[in-house]
């Protein structure tokens, strides 16, 4: 299918103007915002062994909270908490083993920093017992399929709820990885899982859509999705983009190391933001965030 035929099957995305530029909800924990009118910042910490680009970073709990509060130094609005590895292959952890990496981390956040902390879980028990524990969002890759009760927790309590696409399982997502059509099969899964969500009871200003860059696609549909990111957006919900030192960023650089790919995320950012991203979620904050200045600033231009 030509672009040109993609743009005229995606004709239900972008428009945000019923959203509020300010997103302001309260928790068991306290009241939290996030600004909308700037693109923000959501940053990676993962607390796990075997992250593709981090894993086994932190020795421990204290050492997570520094670095968190470092990156809330550098312009980060939100910290994403993440247990458990979602890369190609990946093991997956008992929900004790996930929880017991997650909250000493949070709880000492929510000791140190007034910033709305992000849980990265499918698991609903998890994610109940995180907001109970401080956090203010859940990011689930799954959408809500994996434990469609998690959709139900994000109500009850009121939060935000980041929902993904993700063609397959981490286990075998990157084998061979077809689309017809990646932007229009994106956008309808996408719509499909915000409904779902509504339809869970949460309100539609709490419902981010993430394209799932990197899960399920290969470079060409990575770039395509970036390309077309407004026709790929269902409208009427804010949009994250988290590509952050993902695979094919290195192949395109010629086959560098997840740390050698900040320049290339800053870059790729800047041009999800200028095709209407709302949020980015990246592992080096600061040059993330000087990315985000420069591409605001042109979309404010006249």
Known sequence: ??????????????????????????TAAGEW???FTKTVIMAIINLTPDSFSDGGRFSGPEEAVNAALAEEEAGAHIFDL????????????????????????????????????SIDTYRAGV??????????II????????????????????????????QGDPDNMQVNPHYDDVVTEVHDFLLERARAAEAAGILPELIILD????????????????KHFEQAMPKGYRSLMALSRKAFLGRILGGAEPAD??????????????????????????????????????????
């Not at 933001?273 to 990315?291: F, L, Q, S, Y």
């Open 1 to 26: 299918m030509t672009n040109q035929m993609t743009k005229a099957v995606c004709t239900d995305s972008v428009d945000k103007s019923t959203l509020p530029a300010r997103l302001a909800w309260k």
């Open 33 to 35: 915002s996030l600004d």
């Open 82 to 117: 993440g247990a458990e590895s979602t890369r190609p292959g990946s093991a997956r952890v008992s929900e004790q083993e996930e929880w017991s990496r997650l909250e000493p981390v949070l709880r000492g956040l929510a000791a140190k920093s007034k910033l709305p902390v």
């Open 127 to 136: 994610a109940e017992k995180a907001i109970l524990a401080g956090a203010a």
């Open 139 to 166: 990011n689930d890759i799954y959408a809500g399929r994996k434990e469609p009760r998690i959709l139900e927790v994000a109500a009850k309590h009121g939060v935000p709820i980041v929902l993904m696409h993700m």
């Open 211 to 226: 394209p799932g860059i990197g899960f399920g696609k290969n470079q060409g549909h990575n770039l395509t999705l970036i």
């Open 261 to 302: 790919r900040d320049l290339a995320t800053a870059t790729a950012n800047a041009l999800a933001i200028i095709k209407g991203a709302d949020m980015i979620r990246v592992h080096d904050v600061r040059p993330n965030r000087e990315a985000a200045e420069v591409a605001n600033a042109v979309l404010a231009a006249v």
